[in-house]
C-alpha cells in the first residue's frame, strides 16, 4: 500500500467524473451516485430539489470518495468536508457542471464540498 500525496488525490479527483457523494441529514446517512467537477479545491455536484440539497443548506458533514479497479493495481481517494449550496448567481457559470450530468433531469442548483482532508491510497493486489 502506498499513501498518495495531496497533489496525487487531486490529480486523480481532477480526472474523474463520477464518485460516491456521502452526508448525513439529521440522523441518517445518505450515500448516493453522483456526476462531479473539480473547482479551485473544491467538488461541484449539480442536483435538483431533495435530501443532496437540503444537506447543503444545513451545511452536512459529507464526503466523496472515488476509486479504480485494474488489473493488479487499486486506488481510492476520499474528500471530506461540509456541503454548502452555492448562490443562484454563482451557477450560471457552472453550465459545463450541469452538462457532465449522466440524467437529464432538470437540475438548477449546485452544490459544493470543499475538503478539509483529501487522504488516498494506491494499493497493489495479489489475486488467487
Do not use: F
Not at 455536484?45 to 443532496?52: L, S
Not at 449550496?85 to 459545463?96: F, Q, V
Amino acid at each position: 500500500m502506498t499513501v498518495l500525496s495531496r497533489e496525487e488525490c487531486w490529480a486523480l479527483l481532477a480526472q474523474e467524473r463520477v464518485g460516491r457523494l456521502a452526508y448525513r441529514l439529521v440522523d441518517e446517512v445518505h450515500v448516493v451516485p453522483v456526476n462531479y467537477a473539480v473547482r479551485d479545491e473544491s467538488l461541484l455536484v449539480a442536483t435538483g430539489e431533495g435530501n443532496k440539497l437540503l444537506a447543503a443548506e444545513l451545511q452536512a458533514e459529507a464526503a466523496l470518495e472515488i476509486d479504480d479497479l485494474t488489473g493488479e493495481e487499486a486506488w481510492s481517494v476520499l474528500a471530506r468536508g461540509r456541503l454548502e449550496h452555492l448562490p443562484e448567481d454563482a451557477t450560471d457559470e457552472l453550465d459545463d457542471v450541469v452538462a457532465s450530468s449522466w440524467l437529464r433531469t432538470l437540475k438548477y442548483d449546485v452544490v459544493r464540498l470543499v475538503p478539509t482532508v483529501v487522504s488516498g491510497r494506491r494499493l497493489a493486489l495479489r489475486r488467487p
